[in-house]
């Protein structure tokens, strides 16, 4: 049993065989399952001297045997035999050429569960064999049996133990390279046997950290909405084998992510539950993603309800699939009565109908197809179909999208025209004559006109859009402050007037009046050339050609300041300021304070005042010229620990000024702690980009230990080369203060240095010498196309510019040009080496190279100019436009 292998351990029982019954040799066969007898054990002295041939003419003893000859006898018939003269014995096939003499034989069978397995056969003992030799040999014949048994479960064994190990180790491997996570809970301690790595990825917390606090650790840090579903799943599961839930789960950063866990129960014999086995999966994105799709039905369906048009869809049967609730109102049927039905039954003419819909999916569309609906009632509706394909995401057509449009008022509105048509002429006329008695009229009121705009403060305006030239009336030169003997002002010039805080709305509202035509009239903030602050009301009109194309514009410009302040002034009295929160005082001469609403009182604590005192002196300041200029004011004032925006309005002809307190203390510590919390979002996601980029370069480097050729090794070293310049712009940005900008000259030095360490150039003196622009502060969009063009120019300059021992790399980043108006600047990058250079007969347009391609097409991306030197070595120069950011 100390064999370590069946021959070794047939070897041992042949020779016990062989001593026991004083043969000279003999062997130990068993049968295969292809029918033939192999060879166990045999001895050397027999089959040593054996002359078969095989077909290739080369002798060979013989390992495996057809079941025939003496042997035979004994496998056939599952008893012993033995004979003294073996050669007439009637299974006897003679010798085979050169095989030893045989005197005698003995062949016991090898028995197992009463199945012959095999035999042992005895040869030449001298004077022969009796019965006793074959007891003898029968005698040890099931120890051999159970012995070579025990031996082949023992290798078989090994065998699938090694083939389990190999198996558990593809397994773990598996798991372990997943995207999910792996585990099993010990039901009785309720300890986690195991746990892939990959919880570490998803949770934040590594295997120790899980294996320390165990399942019960594990199940507290699921959200408490979670927690009691999660509970009865699990118990559930102790009976049904199996379960499945999806949570929400504290990571170790403080913030929830959705898990979804697939598990199953394992029992033992009694049907006890001792292990839970299953996967963790992180859908986090897909939660994010469902609930985005869940607001987007609710979004779409809202807009769809929200037509006053009919909606329908259709499908390719031509069966209603949805409709809206304008469709029930039009139709007089509910939804659940149209859905399934035939779209074309609801209309006078369904075979009209029918055919339109079937145009829409042999055209892809239809417009302004003229149609009539049947109401429930009877009456009928005259309508215009637009409908148009809707496909899946597939893109496979999946029905028709069909909206109605109510044309009832336009068929009266062309009654109505065709009839005014038909008096069209007399009206003409009479208009005519109308209009030269206005004529008339109008002149005798202009002058009266331009009294009442005086009087009321309205000046008027008339802008021709082909010629821009613009006509005031001369109240609107009084409400500006302008001298009447200048020109009207130009659109531009008449910006300038305009409040700086409200120059963009009324560029807007032009500007949309201009396509639309204004819809109503604006109220804005002019500023006098002698400072003062005035608000006018401007109402225009603008007249368009028979292209629809604005031609003209006029309109009015009321001086509405002093309308204002009374609204204002009464607006603060109808709030009652008792009832108001904020706190309101009032300032005689700018200084004294005479009343004080309760919600001040706080107010005038902070001051150290009170009724009948004096205010502060920042406020009184203010107060004072507020009321020498007639011109309101805002400050913010921090008292306490509280910042307040306080309005000052004065009363000049009543001699006293309002003041108007607001706490804005919380609002400014809700932006400020929103900033800071926009801008570490920012920062975490240029870090985890980064970190990201780094495993795709390991991935790469990993990838390139499979190969040899040193081209393909150079693609990966490319390729990584590319991935970390974008990796180190992510890193500089982390680090940095800013969230979307960097310090680009910093990042250079670090890419050069970076690239000088992946090349290794040990054998040979290759110096860097870098002249960067200080304060050079680019964008990503800028950033990450530069940074790629240094890395493919300065990676090729090492690769391929340097024959000799030595050489030098120069790097230089210079601003040209700079508009401190639009803080746009003129940059040049240029990379040079003074290396062998490139060949005259290659193109800067013709590079073959992938990185020079990529060099080019960056340059354009960038809108710059690249320039190729090969005078001395190789230099490329690159000049692009850039709006550099503090």
């Not at 370590?4 to 062989?18: D, F, R």
Request: charged residues 30%; glycine residues 6%; negative net charge.
């Amino acid at each position: 049993m100390q064999a370590k292998t069946e021959e070794e351990l047939g070897n041992a029982c042949l020779s016990v065989a062989l001593g026991i019954t004083g043969s000279q040799f003999g062997f130990i066969n068993k049968m295969g399952d292809d029918g033939l007898l192999h060879d166990i054990a045999k001895s050397k002295l027999g089959w040593e001297q054996c002359l078969m041939y095989d077909k290739t003419g080369h002798g060979r003893p013989p390992s495996d045997f057809i079941v025939r000859g003496l042997y035979s006898s004994v496998i056939k018939s599952g008893k012993s035999f033995f004979t003294n003269d073996p050669l007439s014995h009637p299974d006897c096939m003679g010798l085979p050429n050169g095989h030893p003499p045989i005197t005698s034989f003995l062949g016991v069978p090898l028995i197992q569960d009463g199945k012959t397995m095999g035999l042992i056969a005895v040869a030449n003992r001298e004077g022969g064999y009796s019965l006793e030799q074959q007891e003898d040999l029968e005698a040890i014949a099931p120890a051999i049996t159970q012995a070579l048994q025990r031996k082949k479960e023992e290798q078989e064994r090994e065998q699938a133990e090694r083939a389990l190990l190999e198996s558990d180790e593809r397994f773990r491997s598996v798991l372990e390279n997943s995207l999910d996570s792996a585990y099993r809970v010990n039901l009785q301690n309720r300890g986690f046997d195991y746990m892939s790595p990959v919880i570490e990825r998803i949770t934040g917390f590594s295997v120790k950290d899980i294996n320390m606090t165990g399942s019960n650790g594990f199940l507290d840090r699921i959200h408490p909405d979670d927690h009691p579903q999660v509970i009865v799943e699990t118990t559930r599961s102790l009976e049904e084998g199996f379960g499945a839930h999806e949570y929400r789960f504290k990571c170790k950063d403080g913030k929830y992510r959705w898990l979804a866990d697939h598990f199953l129960i394992i029992k033992d014999k009694t049907g006890m539950a001792c292990f839970r086995a299953g996967i963790i999966r992180d859908i986090t994105e897909r939660k994010k993603a469902e609930e985005a799709l869940r607001l987007s039905n609710i979004y779409n369906r809202s807009l769809i309800e929200a037509s006053l048009d009919p909606l329908v869809t259709i499908g390719h049967d031509g069966k209603i699939t949805d409709v809206n609730t304008a469709t029930e109102q039009v139709t007089g049927y509910s939804r659940d009565e149209l859905i399934g039905t035939d779209f074309s039954d609801y209309f006078t003419e369904p075979e009209k109908a029918r055919k339109g819909y079937q145009q829409v999916f042999t055209d892809g569309k239809v417009w302004d197809y003229p149609l009539e609906i049947q109401h429930k009632n009877g009456y009928v509706i005259p309508v215009l179909y637009n409908a148009s394909i809707y496909k899946d995401e597939n893109g496979k057509v999946i029905g028709v999208f069909a909206a109605a449009r109510d044309i009832t008022e336009h068929k009266k509105s062309e009654e109505a025209l065709k009839k005014a048509y038909d008096n069209l002429e007399y009206l003409v006329k009479k208009r005519t004559q109308e209009l030269e008695k206005a004529y008339e009229s109008l002149k005798e009121k202009e002058t009266g006109l331009a009294e009442a705009q005086k009087m009321a403060h309205i000046g008027n305006w008339d802008w021709d859009l082909a010629t821009d030239e613009v006509h005031w009336s001369d109240e609107l030169y009084r409400i500006f402050g302008r001298s009447p003997q200048k020109p009207a002002p130009s659109y531009n010039e008449l910006l300038n007037y305009i409040h700086p805080d409200d120059r963009d709305y009324v560029a807007r509202s032009i500007k949309n009046g201009l396509k639309e035509g204004p819809k109503t009239g604006i109220d804005y903030r002019i500023v006098l050339a002698n400072g003062e602050e005035r608000t006018v009301h401007s109402q225009a009109e603008v007249i368009f050609d028979k292209h629809n194309h604005p031609v003209r514009v006029k309109g009015i410009v009321q001086d509405i300041t002093e309308r204002k302040e009374i609204e204002a002034e009464l607006e603060s009295v109808a709030r009652l300021p008792q009832e108001n929160p904020d706190p309101v005082m009032r300032l005689s001469q700018g200084h004294i304070i005479n009343y004080a609403s309760p919600s001040a009182e706080a107010l005038l604590t902070d001051w150290g005042s009170a009724i009948s005192k004096e205010a502060p002196t920042e406020i009184t300041e203010h107060a004072i010229a507020a009321l020498g200029d007639g011109i309101r004011r805002k400050l913010e004032c921090t008292y306490a620990d509280r910042t307040y925006v306080i309005s000052i309005t004065p009363f000049p002809s009543a001699g006293y000024v309002n003041l108007y307190a607001h706490d804005i203390t919380e609002s400014k510590k809700a932006r400020e702690t929103l900033a800071k919390m926009e801008k570490a979002r920012i920062k975490e996601i240029h870090h985890r980009i980064k970190n990201n980029l780094q495993v795709i370069s390991s991935l790469l480097d990993l990838q390139a230990e499979r190969f040899q050729d040193e081209k393909v090794l150079e693609s990966f070293r490319e390729s990584q080369n590319r991935v970390i310049s974008m990796a180190l712009i992510h890193e500089e940005l982390y680090k940095g203060k800013g969230t979307d900008i960097l310090n680009f000259s910093a990042y250079l030095q670090k890419l050069a240095e970076n690239l000088f360490q992946t090349y290794s150039l040990r054998s040979k003196d290759i110096r860097l010498y870098m002249d960067l622009e200080e304060n050079a502060f680019f964008d990503m969009d800028v950033a990450v196309p530069l940074g790629i063009i240094v890395n493919e120019l300065v990676s090729n300059s090492l690769k391929h510019a340097f024959s000799k021992e030595e050489g030098e790399i120069r790097i230089k980043l210079c601003r040209e040009e700079k508009n401190y108006e639009t803080q746009e600047s003129l940059f040049s990058l240029t990379i040079s080496d003074n290396g062998k250079g490139i060949p005259d007969n290659i193109k800067l347009e013709n590079f073959e190279s992938l990185g020079l391609k990529l060099v080019n097409i960056l340059v354009d991306q960038l809108d710059g100019k690249i320039e190729l030197e090969r005078a001395h070595g190789t230099e490329f120069r690159i000049i692009f436009n850039v709006t550099e950011r503090e």
